[in-house]
């Protein structure tokens, strides 16, 4: 009898180390982590990045490198460290409990206030990198793999329109070729235009009127908050853009939410002609073949964007659906209580989360935020709708605490007015981070996600 409370006592223990070993291996994981991302002003892919390139690593002489860039591959040792760590962690075979994963959101939180500060968008602008983009875009045939992979954690603003052009296909890779597709790409456009906007209504179908009027409509309601977006010549812009492109597309036509998602293409292909800040840009001086150039180039990229998640804008948007269920199941492994919380309250994911995908969060998050958050969108290329879970999961459950103390009419007021209007860089940084960590650790373990 007392063998038997021996080995008992024997077992538990072994069980309590067992226990204590994995909750010790992910807290280490967790804790290389926020030293990246505090060394780092950025976090966001270069988490798991192992590439280096010893001939980029000496900034400009004007560039203060802090003291954690003084090692570049030291840095690279980490992140291979923080990639094979996570990748044990994910491990199927291991008992870890998903739920602490609760922890981390929280420890990561507190990480968010210890990150440096930068209106620039830290590292999108700072010298090393700007080297390294100007060295992938210098060679006579982009490498887009590793444009993709440079572009998942900032662009520079002013290298953004070519940049964007590239990563959507829109642009070739061959630089001998780039100018002539561009006109030929633009003259396109302008022959759309004249085929389907530059007509009376005399012309139109009356389902082709409504959509006009529709779009006329929606577009003085585009990014409100900005003033840019008021003025008239703007919105003539949007709205043949719009038509345009719906017209093109009968399988989904216009449907509301494609106007925001035109306005980041608009702002970032305008920054080729204008300069300072959005809030302080006008049009009306633009030469009538900027403005058509500026057109075209959003008309294109839109659909290039559009072209990767056709079914979320067909009769009642099946892919938006599907990926709100992902969602939800995906905040029930990571954060259980939220999802218990949110169920009791009888909330329903798509009661908030089906503008976040219709949109993309331009409405949810300050707009001179929305480039950067699009550098990541784009980088992913085809794999952004799935990516684009992982993102909103980490997005609803920055506020993780605070959810479980709401009630439902509480819940659907504060999901439909999220406090984001102070965010900076960092606080979007936080969350991509999350995302990319999440969807390391879950998108290569499906047993994470099964019932």
């Known amino acids: 009898m007392r063998n038997n409370s021996h080995n008992n006592e024997k077992d538990q223990r072994r069980k309590e180390s067992t226990i204590s070993g994995l909750d010790s291996r992910f807290n280490q994981t967790l804790r290389n982590v926020q030293g990246l991302l505090k060394g780092r002003s950025i976090p966001g892919k270069i988490l798991l990045t192992r590439r280096s390139d010893p001939s980029l690593q000496e900034p400009s002489p004007e560039y203060e490198r802090s003291s954690s860039f003084k090692d570049a591959s030291s840095s690279d040792r980490m992140a291979k460290a923080v990639e094979e760590e996570v ?143 008021q003025e008239p010549q703007v919105q003539k812009s949007l709205e043949r853009i719009l038509y345009t492109w719906a017209i093109r597309h009968p399988a989904s036509g216009y449907v509301q939410g494609i106007n925001d998602l035109a306005t980041p293409f608009l702002v970032v292909f305008l920054s080729e002609y204008l300069e300072g800040g959005v809030d302080g840009w006008s049009i009306s001086n633009l030469s009538p073949e900027k403005i058509s150039n500026m057109e075209a180039d959003c008309y294109w990229c839109l659909s290039k964007l559009l072209d990767g998640m056709q079914d979320h804008y067909t009769f009642a948007q099946p892919g938006i659906q599907r990926l ?107 969350v991509l981070s999350r995302a990319f960590m999440w969807h390391s650790m879950f998108n290569n373990s499906p047993s994470h996600l099964a019932n």
């Open 87 to 229: 990748q044990s962690t994910s491990n199927p075979n291991k008992n870890i409990n998903v739920n602490q994963l609760k922890t981390s959101t929280s420890n990561i939180e507190n990480t968010s206030k210890e990150v440096q500060k930068s209106a620039m968008g830290a590292r999108a602008t700072d010298s090393a990198r700007v080297m390294k983009f100007t060295k992938v875009l210098s060679g006579t045939t982009v490498i887009l793999e590793n444009l993709h992979e440079l572009a998942w954690s900032g662009v520079p603003d002013y290298m953004r329109p070519d940049i964007w052009r590239l990563l959507l296909g829109y642009a070739p890779p061959n630089s001998d070729r780039r100018e002539g597709v561009l006109r030929r790409k633009r003259l396109e456009y302008l022959d759309c235009v004249s085929q389907c906007y530059d007509i009376p209504d005399s012309d139109r179908s009356d389902d082709e009127i409504n959509m006009l009027r529709q779009i006329a409509v929606d577009c003085p309601r585009t990014v409100p908050d900005v003033s840019f977006f």
């Open 324 to 430: 709100v269920f992902k969602l939800k199941e995906l905040v029930r492994r990571i954060d259980e209580p939220v999802s218990r919380h949110m169920e009791e309250q009888g909330l329903e994911y798509l009661q908030f989360a089906f503008r976040w995908f219709n949109c993309l969060l331009i409405r949810e998050i300050p707009f001179h935020l929305v480039t950067r958050l699009w550098d990541t969108y784009l980088a992913e290329g085809d794999a952004l709708p799935d990516f684009l879970v992982y993102i909103f999961a980490s997005f609803l459950l920055t506020w993780s605490d605070k959810l479980q103390k709401l009630d439902f009419q509480e819940l659907v007021m504060f999901l439909q007015h999220l406090p984001t209007q102070n965010w900076t860089h960092p606080e979007l940084e936080m």
